[in-house]
């Protein structure tokens, strides 16, 4: 059925701020799910008319049955559009939109706490799911995609993929396809200061995926996001995992981001990352032409 | 993004931290001038500069007279400090201030806590041990506040406790304490620290040391906090860059990078390793870049006198990728550059939209993937 995203997925947008607006919703419905509706957060321009046009999500989530969010706003609004979508009840977000405000995420992953774990209005039964910021987001092929990964470099089959950088997401994907190893789920954390979704929380569901087989995990500097898979691994993980992690020369104590801030390394990070996950049993390569081997011997 | 000590203080001394008083010299002979309208018969001198760490009196010195201030701020000016002195700035400015005599050193900051998604207070009655330009990892305590409430009261009370002072300090470390943890949440920091908080013999607390960093993606509702922003601490290939909102990362080595994502920089960083080059900067283009802006940055990179080569990597969207292509093309088109052009095109997509640049010069070599590109670049 795919962790997270699947065909009974329908997505709610909030704003779109790419060039590429209606792009977006192309690439969604590519993938087999449903946009259904979108809201523009602070009033912006009506851009994307892909979708009909909603004043509140709570409204959009009444009328159309979204249950996910998909939020490209800009980084001014990208919290507000995150909190009013657990508002509005949904419990998948993903947030494209990058370079969002640490103090912002703090205030959205405290909102998130607060809804889930008081009975309320807010009350959610489900856990909520946040990816993001700056996330590529999440696809089960042939089912479903909240994000804007690239469809086509993607095709069904039992590995998982979960990643902080979509690029890097893709190229596993790419090197699987090509040599005809298919993916379960592909999902896009975030590579930013304050992260919602860690790797360990999405390694616990790919586990119990019954679709999922193998485990790629595509690491990045700063955090300790690898050392808590790690132990998580070492603890509750059977499946194989395969792990890439880049970034072993990056200068340390350098924010090496794309866009804004952007965890930075500290000396030998990736050394020890490595040596923790390979402790807890997972095989460790030193690049993504290296994935789709690693991942054969183990299917 | 960083800010020179004497903004810091001024910032910390706004929300009411006592700091020494001081002012910046540009040249000698303001130094004298400055030492001479300064309270106290002494006076520290200290070079402002992005890269320069204080390590216990290293490159901070004492001056008893205005020749003497004159005397350290020549020798300071023009200095490059840092870890990677290619890519530091030398100082155009050093901070006098007067020289106050503290009993005891002690030590207080604020972080972002990734982990714990919350602020935490970091105090210690000595000045810890830590990496330079990094913070403590032991031998402080830690206070976390609950961004959904802020500081309470009993915590300034754990504070002092913490700092190692009695409880009739409890008031003077709440005006310290509570100050740096206001600017810390007004000004949308992600570090602030009081490397150096001087006790006095007359039980004052000063601080004598301070740094700030701060949450570059909250610059668009700081725009004071841009302001602060020196031109000189960066290299002008990046003031270039930075005049077009274009996103790079200056480092030491001889080699541009043109990407389009922090993951394939990192991938590419660490092929470069492999081979024995090292990158001399990374310039980031977003997916919403126009092919003019794209040649712009490229052209940037290509103008770099200290680059011997300069990789482009082109992305596996189709869209996007053409544009890239074309920022290419017209940043080849009208100049010799003299320096090896690789273009990375790892994705069927991206070789796509790349088809035909080798005809446009023959300083270009294509690659099919990082560690291809970084072999084309070879050995620096």
């Given at each position: 059925?795919?962790v997270?995203?699947n065909?009974t997925?329908r997505v709610l947008?909030?704003g779109?701020q790419?060039?590429?607006r209606?792009?977006?919703c192309?690439?969604m419905r590519?993938a087999?799910?449903?946009?259904v509706?979108r809201?523009?957060?602070s009033?912006g321009p009506a851009s994307?008319e892909a979708?009909?046009?909603?004043?509140?999500?709570?409204?959009?989530?009444r009328?159309?049955?979204?249950?996910?969010?998909?939020?490209?706003a800009?980084?001014?609004?990208?919290?507000?559009?995150?909190m009013?979508?657990?508002?509005?009840?949904?419990?998948?977000?993903?947030c494209?939109t990058?370079?969002?405000?640490?103090?912002?995420?703090v205030k959205?992953?405290n909102?998130?706490?607060?809804?889930?774990d008081l009975?309320?209005?807010?009350h959610?039964e489900?856990?909520?799911?946040?990816?993001?910021?700056?996330s590529?987001?999440?696809i089960?092929?042939?089912?479903?995609?909240?994000?804007?990964l690239?469809v086509?470099v993607?095709?069904?089959?039992?590995?998982?993929?979960v990643?902080?950088?979509?690029v890097?997401?893709?190229?596993?994907?790419?090197?699987?396809t090509?040599?005809?190893?298919?993916q379960?789920?592909?999902l896009?954390?975030s590579g930013?200061?304050?992260?919602?979704t860690h790797?360990?929380?999405?390694?616990?569901?790919?586990?119990?995926d019954?679709d999922?087989?193998?485990i790629v995990?595509?690491?990045?500097?700063g955090?300790d996001?690898?050392?808590?898979a790690?132990a998580?691994i070492?603890?509750?993980?059977?499946k194989?995992?395969v792990?890439?992690?880049?970034?072993r020369?990056?200068?340390?104590?350098i924010?090496?981001?794309a866009?804004?801030?952007?965890?930075s390394a500290?000396?030998n990070?990736?050394e020890?990352?490595?040596?923790?996950?390979q402790?807890?049993?997972?095989?460790?390569v030193?690049g993504?032409?290296?994935?789709a081997?690693a991942?054969?011997?183990?299917? | 993004m960083?800010?020179h000590?004497?903004?810091s203080?001024?910032i910390?001394s706004?929300?009411?931290?006592?700091?020494?008083?001081g002012?910046?010299?540009?040249?000698?002979?303001?130094?004298?001038?400055?030492?001479?309208?300064?309270?106290?018969d002494?006076?520290?001198?200290?070079?402002?500069s992005?890269?320069?760490?204080?390590?216990?009196g290293?490159?901070e010195?004492?001056a008893?007279?205005?020749e003497?201030?004159?005397?350290?701020a020549?020798q300071m000016i023009?200095?490059?400090?840092?870890r990677d002195?290619?890519?530091?700035?030398?100082?155009?400015?050093?901070?006098?201030?007067q020289?106050?005599?503290a009993?005891s050193?002690?030590?207080?900051?604020?972080?972002?806590d990734?982990s714990?998604v919350?602020?935490?207070?970091?105090a210690?009655?000595?000045?810890?041990?830590h990496?330079?330009?990094?913070?403590p990892?032991?031998?402080v305590s830690r206070?976390v506040?609950?961004?959904?409430?802020?500081?309470?009261?009993f915590q300034w009370?754990?504070?002092?406790?913490?700092?190692?002072l009695?409880?009739?300090m409890?008031?003077?470390?709440?005006a310290?304490a509570?100050?740096?943890?206001r600017?810390?949440i007004?000004?949308e920091?992600?570090?602030?620290?009081?490397g150096?908080?001087g006790?006095?013999?007359?039980?004052e607390?000063?601080?004598l040391?301070?740094?700030m960093?701060?949450?570059?993606?909250?610059?668009?509702?700081?725009?004071?906090?841009?302001a602060l922003r020196?031109p000189?601490?960066?290299g002008?290939t990046?003031?270039t860059?930075?005049e077009k909102w274009?996103?790079?990362?200056?480092?030491?080595?001889?080699?541009g990078?043109?990407?389009t994502?922090?993951?394939?920089?990192?991938v590419?960083l660490?092929?470069?390793a492999?081979?024995?080059?090292?990158?001399?900067g990374?310039?980031y283009?977003?997916g919403?870049?126009?092919?003019?802006?794209?040649?712009?940055?490229?052209t940037?990179?290509?103008?770099?006198?200290?680059f011997?080569?300069?990789i482009?990597?082109?992305?596996?969207?189709?869209?996007f990728?053409?544009?890239?292509?074309?920022?290419?093309?017209l940043?080849?088109g009208d100049?010799a550059?003299?320096?090896?052009?690789?273009?990375?095109?790892?994705s069927?997509?991206?070789?796509?939209a790349?088809?035909g640049?080798?005809?446009?010069t023959d300083?270009?070599?294509?690659?099919r993937?990082?560690s291809?590109?970084?072999a084309?670049?070879?050995?620096?």
């Amino acid at each position: 059925m795919g962790v997270m995203a699947n065909s009974t997925t329908r997505v709610l947008c909030f704003g779109t701020q790419a060039r590429n607006r209606a792009g977006c919703c192309d690439r969604m419905r590519t993938a087999g799910t449903e946009v259904v509706a979108r809201v523009e957060p602070s009033g912006g321009p009506a851009s994307c008319e892909a979708a009909p046009l909603y004043a509140t999500a709570a409204d959009a989530v009444r009328e159309t049955g979204a249950n996910a969010a998909f939020v490209d706003a800009l980084p001014s609004a990208a919290a507000d559009a995150m909190m009013e979508a657990v508002d509005a009840g949904l419990s998948l977000i993903v947030c494209k939109t990058r370079a969002v405000p640490a103090r912002d995420m703090v205030k959205v992953i405290n909102y998130v706490h607060g809804s889930t774990d008081l009975a309320g209005p807010r009350h959610h039964e489900d856990k909520i799911r946040l990816l993001g910021p700056g996330s590529g987001g999440v696809i089960t092929p042939g089912a479903g995609m909240v994000g804007t990964l690239n469809v086509d470099v993607f095709s069904p089959g039992r590995v998982a993929i979960v990643a902080r950088c979509d690029v890097l997401a893709e190229a596993a994907a790419a090197a699987l396809t090509r040599e005809g190893i298919g993916q379960s789920s592909c999902l896009v954390t975030s590579g930013a200061l304050i992260v919602p979704t860690h790797l360990v929380d999405v390694l616990g569901m790919l586990e119990a995926d019954p679709d999922t087989e193998v485990i790629v995990i595509i690491g990045g500097v700063g955090g300790d996001a690898e050392f808590a898979a790690a132990a998580f691994i070492e603890e509750a993980v059977t499946k194989p995992v395969v792990a890439y992690l880049p970034g072993r020369s990056a200068p340390p104590g350098i924010n090496l981001g794309a866009h804004g801030d952007f965890a930075s390394a500290k000396p030998n990070e990736m050394e020890e990352k490595a040596a923790a996950l390979q402790d807890a049993g997972a095989l460790i390569v030193s690049g993504t032409e290296e994935i789709a081997p690693a991942v054969a011997e183990r299917l | 993004m960083r800010i020179h000590e004497y903004q810091s203080k001024q910032i910390l001394s706004d929300f009411g931290v006592p700091v020494p008083p001081g002012k910046v010299a540009t040249d000698p002979d303001e130094a004298a001038e400055i030492f001479a309208g300064l309270p106290g018969d002494a006076a520290v001198v200290k070079p402002q500069s992005y890269g320069f760490i204080p390590e216990g009196g290293r490159g901070e010195s004492l001056a008893r007279s205005a020749e003497e201030a004159a005397a350290l701020a020549r020798q300071m000016i023009g200095k490059r400090f840092g870890r990677d002195p290619l890519c530091r700035r030398p100082v155009t400015k050093v901070l006098l201030e007067q020289y106050v005599q503290a009993e005891s050193s002690l030590y207080l900051a604020v972080v972002m806590d990734p982990s714990l998604v919350a602020p935490v207070m970091l105090a210690s009655g000595a000045v810890p041990q830590h990496e330079p330009g990094a913070m403590p990892t032991e031998a402080v305590s830690r206070e976390v506040i609950d961004p959904r409430f802020g500081t309470l009261s009993f915590q300034w009370r754990k504070v002092t406790a913490a700092l190692g002072l009695d409880r009739s300090m409890v008031p003077q470390v709440t005006a310290v304490a509570s100050g740096l943890y206001r600017a810390f949440i007004e000004c949308e920091c992600i570090e602030a620290e009081i490397g150096e908080l001087g006790l006095t013999a007359e039980r004052e607390l000063v601080a004598l040391e301070a740094r700030m960093r701060f949450d570059t993606n909250a610059l668009f509702r700081h725009h004071e906090i841009e302001a602060l922003r020196d031109p000189a601490e960066f290299g002008e290939t990046e003031n270039t860059l930075r005049e077009k909102w274009m996103r790079y990362v200056a480092l030491a080595g001889r080699v541009g990078c043109v990407m389009t994502a922090t993951g394939s920089a990192l991938v590419m960083l660490d092929h470069l390793a492999d081979v024995g080059a090292r990158p001399g900067g990374i310039l980031y283009l977003a997916g919403e870049e126009s092919a003019e802006k794209a040649a712009y940055g490229i052209t940037c990179l290509l103008r770099e006198e200290s680059f011997r080569a300069v990789i482009v990597e082109v992305p596996r969207d189709p869209e996007f990728a053409g544009r890239v292509v074309s920022g290419i093309r017209l940043a080849l088109g009208d100049q010799a550059t003299g320096k090896r052009v690789v273009v990375l095109a790892a994705s069927d997509a991206a070789r796509a939209a790349a088809t035909g640049l080798g005809e446009v010069t023959d300083v270009l070599s294509a690659a099919r993937s990082a560690s291809e590109a970084a072999a084309a670049v070879g050995k620096s």
